[in-house]
């Protein structure tokens, strides 16, 4: 059974870093694209950015293009997402899930983590 595990979040000054991992077990993750997504009390859930399993250049919301980077290590399971400049509307519960592909349908996204809360707050 392929599980996801979010860690990282917490609470952080505005400006400030905090970097997510995101851990795979049970499936390998070679073979998959993984997405961040990130959902914020009342909004709907929205796609931060994603690594493919392939070359490619991740693409970003528009929102922390500059800001955020994702980034992988197949050989350590694991994704991370190294968020600067942090600003109170990223405020959100941050989750990572896994696909064949980045533009997976909503439906097509295989594994779900259980979602690391981020707070930005002064």
């Known amino acids: 059974q392929g599980q996801l595990v979010e860690s990282g979040g917490g609470l952080v000054q505005p400006g400030g870093p905090l970097r997510l991992s995101c851990v795979a077990s049970?499936?390998?993750?070679?073979?998959?694209?993984i997405g961040w997504f990130r959902q914020a009390p009342g909004k709907e859930r929205e796609g931060v950015s994603c690594?493919?399993?392939?070359?490619?250049?991740?693409p970003y919301a528009d929102s922390v293009k500059g800001r955020f980077t994702i980034s992988r290590d197949n050989a350590k399971k694991t994704v991370w997402l190294q968020m600067n400049s942090l600003k109170p509307e990223d405020t959100a519960v941050y989750y990572c899930?896994?696909?064949?592909?980045?533009?997976?349908?909503?439906?097509?996204?295989?594994?779900w983590g259980q979602g690391t809360q981020v707070t930005v707050s002064s």
């Open positions: 899930a896994a696909a064949f592909k980045c533009n997976s349908a909503s439906g097509d996204w295989d594994y």
């Open positions: 049970g499936f390998t993750l070679d073979y998959y694209a």
């Open positions: 690594i493919s399993s392939s070359d490619g250049s991740p």
